[in-house]
């Protein structure tokens, strides 16, 4: 047993509106440079959809991921070593700019410099890729809430492969149609295929949390590893050559705070915290026969915190006592394994994806709602996933190789929670049997509602920071407060001297305050002044 | 001249060549990457750019062959010269047509293609002058550089050859190479301009060739620690500078 640490995410689908506030915040953060325009480390998908970049899901086409051999190993599908080496002169089996979008700015001077005229001047679009006009065909998110257009969603590989099996039709008629969002980000995968295509062995993951990097130095830009993630969460920096990827906010990670996607979340709907994992199962858990086995092969691969022997061999790996309590309290280790409500994100893959959502209720509420029928009770809502099999089946295409029955499973946990605590505020108790018919004590039942419903900020996101005693291993740098007082104080020689302060040190601040206060159970203290007043900040 | 040209120029080049390939190495890693265009262009590319360099590793190894076996040494093993030159023609001719018909096909790809067109910098510009220089004179002469003017033969194998030899004694023999004919003085000079060029340009990718991917493990595991720390300018050689 070789037990490793792994910084996971679970998002939970249910409280997502689809706002990009995500995308965007993570943008700003880390692709607004020239290169990058069109890259989105996270983005938000509607689903039926065919998703960023366009039909990514279809291995068929961009041979992304593993396959399991003959002999029962696993290998690329886009082909062995050699193969790779002498195919490596280009590499054509990767989306092109048309499969994402070409990005554009508008003209505004003409809108300040044109003469005065009798018709309005016009900002016209420019493309950041060749400087011209262009025509805006499509962009990251152009189907947003289904406004695709017609066909646009029956594209969708899920779909077609749906269509193909059952002979049912997903309907997208206004009142006939189900949807919902799906942000994603870098899986931080614990059998990366991405890493096993590079041929520089530029990608690594990182002993102590397992974040996935991109090293900018060693990546020759040879771009094996666009075609190898199955996700297709590496991007091109067109301008560096450079592959480019989510790094889980590592820097934020390492100060102990969650990352932009997470700390910006509008729905508060996703979750950080540590799994321990066998390190030495994890290429025979990847190798698993039936790919419908692959969902319950990765929950093997995750150790229970609270088993001394886990623990033993933990600490005989280095791995620190906060982290460990860290592993007990996480939230993520909770709804995955300890709930079961949480899914990986396409197992078939086979490269032990590490961010798992929990799936929407909401399309099994909304059609009952829509037939008239009280879509808060058990009964109901039982009744409805079982019959309304094309949302259901739709979702065990994403989370569990097409296998519905862990689907249903949890759709029903999270029904049961529903009525449950509906019981709770009518009647001030809950009904027990609601609880047991889905295996669960009513005190479980409140736990996982205050998990995931109240989902308070210091409960969501429990993420040891990295050890100062290796702080010279962080690898950002440059924090330079050596002078008496606190970092909020004024430095030696006023504020705004001495050697610039790394951003985060102002958030970790600010953001241990805010912790400290939630703790408390005390309102957060007022946010610090922005701009020049704060020291050292610029 | 002819002491500059060969016997000084090829050692300057040679010290251009590891000292660019170092500093490149030393304070340019991250500028090191083939900086490709396909995200912008893949139909053409996916058949011009492979036919391209399996054409280059063709020519490359008809110039070790030509360059270090001395003919004695084929005559030995019973290849005429006249087997040996009809090979030469036909084997280094059809790679290098290849070669120079694939480069013409990337080059024009680049011209009109205004998403390639608008990634290519001044340096790629004058890169691959220098390239198509090199390739179009290697072929030059091979097909012409037989003979003189007034129609002597010359053997390149008498000439070119024995003077690349001789520079690794440090003993460069420059009667030899004075000897030779025009298309091949010109040839070797050009070339030896592309290796003093190559670190500084996007050729350098050549020298990232990635062998050891085929014996290092799948999954890469590195501590936070263990990072590489040497010195690295952002600012990178042969690179657009960003906006």
Redesign the interface.
């Known amino acids: 047993m070789r037990v490793m640490a792994q910084v996971a995410m679970v998002m939970n689908l249910d409280k997502c509106i689809g706002c990009h506030t995500c995308s965007v915040t993570c943008k700003q953060a880390w692709t607004n440079?020239?290169?990058t325009e069109y890259v989105w480390f996270n983005n938000v998908e509607t689903r039926p959809g065919q998703g960023y970049p366009r039909r990514y899901e279809d291995q068929e086409k961009w041979q992304g991921g593993w396959v399991r051999t003959a002999s029962g190993g696993i290998k690329l599908r886009s082909g062995g070593?050699?193969k790779?080496?002498l195919?490596?002169?280009?590499?054509?089996v990767?989306?092109?700019?048309d499969d994402y979008y070409e990005p554009w700015t508008y003209d505004y001077e003409t809108l300040t410099n044109a003469p005065l005229g009798d018709d309005f001047p016009v900002a016209r679009p420019k493309?950041l890729?060749?400087?011209?006009t262009m025509a805006i065909e499509q962009s990251a998110n152009w189907d947003d809430s289904l406004g695709g257009g017609p066909g646009w969603e029956e594209r969708d590989p899920i779909v077609e492969k749906l269509h193909a099996e059952s002979q049912e039709r997903i309907r997208f008629e206004y009142e006939k149609s189900f949807m919902f969002f799906l942000p994603r980000i870098c899986e931080h995968c614990l059998?990366?295929s991405c890493?096993?295509a590079?041929?520089?062995?530029a990608?690594?993951?990182?002993?102590?949390d397992g974040i996935v990097l991109v090293d900018?130095?060693?990546?020759?830009?040879?771009?094996q590893c666009i075609t190898g993630c199955p996700y297709k969460k590496i991007y091109?920096n067109?301008?560096?050559?450079?592959a480019e990827k989510c790094h889980f906010c590592y820097p934020r990670i390492e100060a102990g705070i969650p990352t932009v996607c997470s700390e910006t979340c509008v729905g508060r709907l996703r979750h950080i915290g540590i799994i321990l994992y066998d390190a030495d199962r994890?290429t025979k858990a990847a190798a698993t026969k039936d790919p419908k086995d692959l969902y319950a092969a990765q929950l093997e691969v995750m150790l229970d915190p609270n088993d001394p022997e886990v623990l033993r061999a933990a600490r005989a790996q280095g791995i620190a006592e906060d982290w460990l309590d860290a592993a007990r309290r996480s939230p993520v280790y909770a709804l995955i394994k300890h709930y079961r409500v949480a899914l990986p994100l396409h197992p078939e893959y086979r490269t032990m994806p590490m961010v798992w959502y929990i799936p929407p209720l909401s399309p099994v509420v909304d059609l009952l709602r829509e037939q008239g029928h009280d879509a808060e009770a058990a009964g109901n809502l039982f009744g409805a996933i079982d019959a309304l099999r094309i949302p259901v089946d739709y979702l065990a295409e994403l989370f569990t190789a097409g296998d519905p029955a862990p689907v249903i499973d949890v759709l029903q946990k999270l029904a049961a929670m529903r009525s449950y605590m509906r019981e709770v505020t009518l009647r001030g108790k809950g009904d027990p049997t609601i609880a047991e018919a889905v295996g669960m004590t009513p005190q479980a039942m409140e736990q996982l509602y205050r998990l995931v419903a109240i989902a308070r900020y210091n409960e969501r996101y429990v993420i040891p920071k990295?050890h100062y005693e290796?702080a010279?291993?962080?690898?950002e740098m440059g924090c330079s407060v050596d002078f008496d007082g606190s970092v909020t104080d004024d430095g030696p020689f006023g504020s705004g001297s001495g050697a610039p302060v790394p951003v985060a040190i102002e958030t970790f601040a600010s953001m241990q305050a805010r912790r400290a206060a939630a703790e408390a159970d005390q309102a957060p203290p007022p946010l610090p002044p922005a701009g020049d007043e704060v020291p050292g900040v610029r | 001249m002819s002491v500059f040209l060969w016997g000084v120029l090829p050692y300057l080049t040679l010290l251009l060549l590891i000292g660019g390939l170092w500093y490149r190495r030393r304070f340019d890693?991250?500028g090191?990457?083939?900086?490709?265009?396909?995200?912008?262009?893949?139909s053409i590319?996916?058949?011009a750019?492979?036919l391209?360099?399996?054409a280059l590793f063709a020519v490359l190894g008809g110039h070790l062959v030509g360059l270090l076996i001395p003919k004695e040494w084929t005559y030995r093993v019973g290849i005429s010269q006249h087997t040996y030159h009809l090979m030469a023609l036909v084997v280094g001719g059809i790679a290098g047509v290849v070669c120079v018909l694939a480069l013409f096909a990337l080059i024009i790809r680049r011209r009109t293609n205004?998403?390639v067109?608008?990634?290519t910098t001044w340096n790629d510009k004058g890169m691959y002058v220098v390239l198509t220089a090199a390739l179009v004179l290697g072929l030059v002469a091979t097909f012409f550089g037989g003979e003189r003017p007034n129609g002597e033969e010359v053997n390149y194998r008498d000439t070119v050859s024995v003077w690349f030899r001789s520079l690794f004694t440090f003993k460069p023999n420059i009667a030899a190479m004075e000897a030779a004919t025009l298309p091949f003085k010109i040839h070797v000079v050009v070339g030896l301009l592309l290796f003093c060029i190559l670190p500084l340009t996007r050729l350098v990718?050549a020298f990232?060739a990635?062998?050891?991917?085929?014996f290092?493990p799948?999954?890469?595991?590195?501590?936070?620690?263990t990072?590489?720390v040497?010195g690295?300018s952002w600012q990178?050689v042969g690179?657009?500078r960003?906006?």
């Open positions: 440079r020239t290169g070593r050699l790779k080496l195919t490596i002169f280009a590499s054509p990767q989306p092109e700019m493309s890729i060749t400087g011209r059998n990366p890493m096993a590079c041929p520089s062995g990608i690594y993951k990182r002993e102590e900018q130095d060693a990546c020759r830009g040879w771009r091109y067109h301008r560096s050559g450079k994890v990295a290796m010279h291993n962080l690898e | 890693q991250f090191w990457t083939s900086r490709s265009s396909q995200i912008y262009e893949k590319l996916k058949i750019s492979p391209f360099h399996y205004p998403s067109f608008a990634a990718h990232a990635p062998v050891q991917y085929l290092r799948y999954i890469v595991y590195r501590s936070r620690g990072r590489p040497q690295s990178t690179q657009k960003t906006r």
